[in-house]
């Protein structure tokens, strides 16, 4: 599986994030199970297991933020500070892809 990038201008990074950010909604399959892996919320800890639930948004200091919720109750968390609990699925290879194009990205 690999994320195809046909017609991005890499030396526009508004355009390609736009194009990965869209390509990321499109293919996660909601709802599924992810642990927190860094928090710097209360209500939220590293560890708590969680369920993501939606992409919530874009923010450049954190990247993509995702929808989840513990219990009743919904919170949002960076994309960076999850990880997917079924390591098999298609979801888990998605955000392993986009993880290390944002990082890949942030570097240069």
Do not use: Q
């Not at 194009?19 to 209500?43: A, M």
């Not at 989840?68 to 949002?76: D, E, I, L, M, N």
């Amino acid at each position: 599986m690999t994320l195809k990038t046909t017609n991005i201008n890499h030396k526009d990074k508004t355009k390609e994030i736009d194009f990965y950010y869209e390509k990321l909604i499109s293919d996660l399959n909601f709802p599924f199970d992810v642990r927190v892996i860094d928090s710097e919320g209360e209500n939220i800890i590293a560890g708590d297991m969680v369920t993501a639930i939606s992409v919530n948004n874009y923010f450049e200091l954190y990247g993509v933020l995702l929808d989840v919720k513990k219990g009743k109750k919904r919170f949002v968390v960076p994309l960076c500070d999850i990880e997917v609990i079924d390591k098999r699925s298609k979801n888990a290879k998605v955000i392993k892809l986009f993880l290390e194009w944002w990082w890949n990205l942030s570097a240069r």
